[in-house]
């Protein structure tokens, strides 16, 4: 009996053998002919009968094979696009989320400035009307220059406002300071004889400082999002080379010609396909790992000062400031001008007296209705949300591969895999050697050059990231608070207007805060009426496309700190406040003394 009972163990596990070992089973073409003109509907190139495959390239076979040298060649094809087509699947969610977020804050952006204009054009019309038309013009080409810029524009910042008050001032001294009858002094000493006469004292220089770092800024940022766009995009877009072909033939097509059209290639097997296949991408994720947290860390800067939201939305401010400290010094300004241009060329001026009610500024007033604010939906919340998003892709390039292998469907037996030349087990013990296609060399083989451009481009971004984050370090403190310097009649500029803006003589010696943009604006009384409430409406409007890219990477001159240091805010005033773990120890020993 124990005899029998081990011959009908033997004879059982002898019959099991060709389902447990796939390589074992006898060839049946007319399955694989099914297959391949299930593909290629119409091509009858299947043998009948298996065949000795000498002609194969590729898929040379141990044995006999059901493939012709033509199904080898059109299994090649479909391979790469396979590939390709699940490359683009892997990163469409990274694109999708880039791309939208790009369109709407190029959007937001617009809007802002937009709204910007729109309020200083109001201010001129309402408060300034004797200006005209002219100090309109100016307005508008300001904003014009400004969106420019941050689309890319090779542009200073600080030549805009200059421009902008050159061609304000005359209007200023001729009809704003009742200088219309004047005579002999042309237009051209005008335009700059501001600068000489102090004419808007240091708003100006206000002005330029706020703008620089704010559009700076925007500029990287939206730079930062087209080159994000760009890189996700050639990476979709790789392309399957000649070997890469043939490591994926043989991944995917060599077992249909055994008759293996349910093999699965061992993960191991297609993780270093893969690797191969995208040439040494791989060696892009620690920059982009760093193009992620960089944007991440300007994303959380960008306000107070470089938030263009808080800053433009307060332009017209900084302007009626500028305007006001003229009308408030025309005596002063009037006989600096006259100084300035007394030995000019003279040119006829077309400027006419103007009426009385003309000459002084409007008394208008200028407490506009508030505008509706939801914190959520500001520049700075919505970005937020979207460098959150992005951070769940910050291992992107880490997990490409493997990314790419999982969409391969599972295995019906789930304990075999194809090693690139026959079935063998998924798991195998420790005894058993897997077979790796792709030796050693493979991994150490330079990128592709477009890989490598992928990577210079965002050592680049990263560069002009981390570069844009540093001017809250060159913040300077000044003992005391900064206050502005008092005009000796009492006039001008050393007041504060309703919407919490200090004006004042100050320079970069100087060390002010809160004035001329050398330090943060005073969060405390920034108005929340002029935030915006636009994302709702832009994401419904905006439609997802694959973009067109090009190269916007034009390198912004950045200013630099000519002392090269950075004081910490406030230094100055705690170094002679007692600290309170000294006034505590006084206390203790006070105590014991009573004691």
Same mark, same amino acid.
């Given at each position: 009996?124990?005899?029998?009972?081990?011959?009908?163990?033997?004879?059982?596990?002898?019959?099991?053998?060709?389902?447990?070992?796939?390589?074992?089973?006898?060839?049946?073409?007319?399955?694989?002919?099914?297959?391949?003109?299930?593909?290629?509907?119409?091509?009858?190139?299947?043998?009948?009968?298996?065949?000795?495959?000498?002609?194969?390239?590729?898929?040379?076979?141990?044995?006999?094979?059901?493939?012709?040298?033509?199904?080898?060649?059109?299994?090649?094809?479909?391979?790469?696009?396979?590939?390709?087509?699940?490359?683009?699947?892997?990163?469409?969610?990274?694109?999708?989320?880039?791309?939208?977020?790009?369109?709407?804050?190029?959007?937001?952006?617009?809007?802002?400035?937009?709204?910007?204009?729109?309020?200083?054009?109001?201010?001129?019309?309402?408060?300034?009307?004797?200006?005209?038309?002219?100090?309109?013009?100016?307005?508008?080409?300001?904003?014009?220059?400004?969106?420019?810029?941050?689309?890319?524009?090779?542009?200073?910042?600080?030549?805009?406002?200059?421009?902008?008050?050159?061609?304000?001032?005359? &209007?200023?001294?001729?009809?704003?300071?009742?200088?219309?009858?004047?005579?002999?002094?042309?237009?051209?000493?005008?335009?700059?004889?501001? =600068?000489?006469?102090?004419?808007?004292?240091?708003?100006?220089?206000?002005?330029?400082?706020?703008?620089?770092?704010?559009?700076?800024?925007?500029?990287?940022?939206?730079?930062?999002?087209?080159?994000?766009?760009?890189?996700?995009?050639?990476?979709?877009?790789?392309?399957?080379?000649?070997?890469?072909? =043939?490591?994926?033939?043989?991944?995917?097509?060599?077992?249909?010609?055994?008759?293996?059209?349910?093999?699965?290639?061992?993960?191991?097997?297609?993780?270093?396909?893969?690797?191969?296949?995208?040439?040494?991408?791989?060696?892009?994720?620690?920059?982009?790992?760093?193009?992620?947290?960089?944007?991440?860390?300007?994303?959380?800067?960008?306000?107070?000062?470089?938030?263009?939201?808080?800053?433009?939305?307060?332009?017209?401010?900084?302007?009626?400031?500028?305007?006001?400290?003229?009308?408030?010094?025309?005596?002063?300004?009037?006989?600096?001008?006259?100084?300035?241009?007394?030995?000019?060329?003279?040119?006829?001026?077309?400027?006419?007296?103007?009426?009385?009610?003309?000459?002084?500024?409007?008394?208008?007033?200028?407490?506009?209705?508030?505008?509706?604010?939801?914190?959520?939906?500001?520049?700075?919340?919505?970005?937020?949300?979207?460098?959150?998003? &992005?951070?769940?892709?910050?291992?992107?390039?880490?997990?490409?591969?493997?990314?790419?292998?999982?969409?391969?469907?599972?295995?019906?037996?789930?304990?075999?895999?194809?090693?690139?030349?026959?079935?063998?087990?998924?798991?195998?013990?420790?005894?058993?050697?897997?077979?790796?296609?792709?030796?050693?060399?493979?991994?150490?083989?330079?990128?592709?050059?477009?890989?490598?451009?992928?990577?210079?481009?965002?050592?680049?971004?990263?560069?002009?990231?981390?570069?844009?984050?540093?001017?809250?370090? =060159?913040?300077?403190?000044?003992?005391?608070?900064?206050?502005?310097?008092?005009?000796?009649?009492?006039?001008?500029?050393?007041?504060?207007?309703?919407?919490?803006?200090?004006?004042?003589?100050?320079?970069?010696?100087?060390?002010?805060?809160?004035?001329?943009?050398?330090?943060?604006?005073?969060?405390?009384?920034?108005?929340?009426?002029?935030?915006?409430?636009?994302?709702?409406?832009?994401?419904?409007?905006?439609?997802?496309?694959?973009?067109?890219?090009?190269? &916007?990477?034009?390198?912004?001159?950045?200013?630099?700190?000519?002392?090269?240091?950075?004081?910490?805010?406030?230094?100055? =005033?705690?170094?002679?406040?007692?600290?309170?773990?000294?006034?505590?120890?006084?206390?203790?020993?006070?105590?014991?003394?009573?004691?």
């Amino acid at each position: 009996m124990p005899g029998l009972k081990l011959s009908g163990a033997l004879i059982l596990w002898v019959l099991m053998l060709p389902f447990s070992r796939p390589n074992s089973q006898v060839l049946d073409c007319r399955e694989v002919r099914s297959s391949f003109q299930f593909l290629y509907p119409g091509m009858k190139w299947t043998p009948e009968t298996p065949v000795s495959g000498s002609d194969l390239q590729v898929c040379q076979p141990k044995g006999l094979t059901c493939c012709s040298r033509k199904m080898e060649e059109r299994y090649l094809l479909i391979a790469k696009q396979n590939m390709e087509s699940n490359l683009q699947a892997t990163s469409a969610q990274l694109k999708v989320l880039i791309i939208q977020n790009a369109a709407l804050f190029q959007e937001a952006f617009d809007m802002v400035l937009r709204l910007g204009r729109n309020s200083t054009l109001t201010l001129i019309r309402e408060e300034f009307p004797g200006l005209g038309a002219g100090a309109s013009g100016a307005v508008t080409q300001l904003f014009l220059d400004m969106s420019l810029y941050i689309l890319g524009s090779d542009a200073n910042v600080n030549d805009m406002v200059s421009t902008f008050f050159s061609r304000l001032f005359p &209007l200023t001294y001729r009809r704003l300071l009742g200088n219309g009858a004047v005579t002999g002094i042309s237009e051209d000493c005008l335009r700059g004889a501001w =600068r000489g006469a102090s004419a808007f004292g240091s708003f100006p220089k206000m002005m330029m400082t706020r703008l620089s770092r704010s559009l700076l800024a925007t500029r990287v940022f939206l730079q930062a999002l087209n080159l994000g766009i760009e890189v996700v995009n050639t990476t979709q877009h790789l392309r399957a080379g000649r070997d890469c072909g =043939r490591s994926l033939l043989k991944l995917w097509y060599c077992p249909h010609c055994q008759g293996l059209l349910e093999a699965r290639p061992c993960r191991p097997l297609c993780v270093s396909t893969m690797g191969a296949c995208l040439g040494g991408a791989a060696e892009v994720q620690p920059h982009w790992k760093a193009y992620v947290e960089e944007l991440g860390t300007l994303a959380t800067a960008m306000k107070g000062e470089q938030d263009i939201e808080a800053v433009v939305l307060r332009l017209h401010v900084i302007i009626r400031q500028a305007l006001k400290q003229a009308v408030a010094t025309k005596s002063k300004v009037s006989a600096q001008v006259s100084g300035i241009c007394a030995h000019a060329p003279a040119r006829v001026s077309r400027a006419v007296a103007l009426s009385k009610e003309h000459v002084a500024a409007s008394p208008v007033p200028h407490n506009r209705p508030p505008v509706n604010f939801d914190p959520d939906e500001t520049l700075f919340g919505r970005r937020r949300e979207f460098i959150s998003g &992005l951070r769940g892709f910050s291992q992107f390039y880490s997990g490409l591969g493997e990314a790419l292998c999982s969409k391969e469907p599972a295995a019906l037996n789930s304990s075999l895999c194809w090693n690139g030349q026959e079935m063998t087990d998924k798991f195998p013990g420790p005894g058993l050697k897997r077979v790796h296609p792709h030796g050693s060399e493979s991994r150490q083989k330079p990128p592709e050059p477009v890989i490598s451009q992928i990577i210079d481009k965002l050592k680049h971004i990263n560069q002009l990231l981390r570069m844009v984050t540093l001017p809250e370090k =060159r913040w300077k403190a000044r003992p005391g608070g900064g206050a502005a310097r008092r005009d000796p009649a009492g006039q001008g500029q050393a007041d504060e207007d309703e919407e919490g803006l200090e004006s004042g003589d100050c320079d970069d010696e100087d060390e002010c805060t809160g004035v001329s943009g050398l330090g943060p604006p005073r969060r405390n009384r920034a108005p929340r009426r002029n935030r915006l409430r636009i994302f709702s409406d832009l994401a419904d409007n905006l439609a997802i496309d694959d973009l067109t890219l090009h190269e &916007l990477l034009l390198t912004p001159t950045l200013a630099k700190d000519a002392k090269g240091g950075a004081s910490v805010p406030g230094a100055a =005033r705690a170094a002679s406040v007692p600290s309170a773990t000294f006034i505590f120890t006084i206390i203790i020993l006070i105590t014991m003394g009573i004691q």
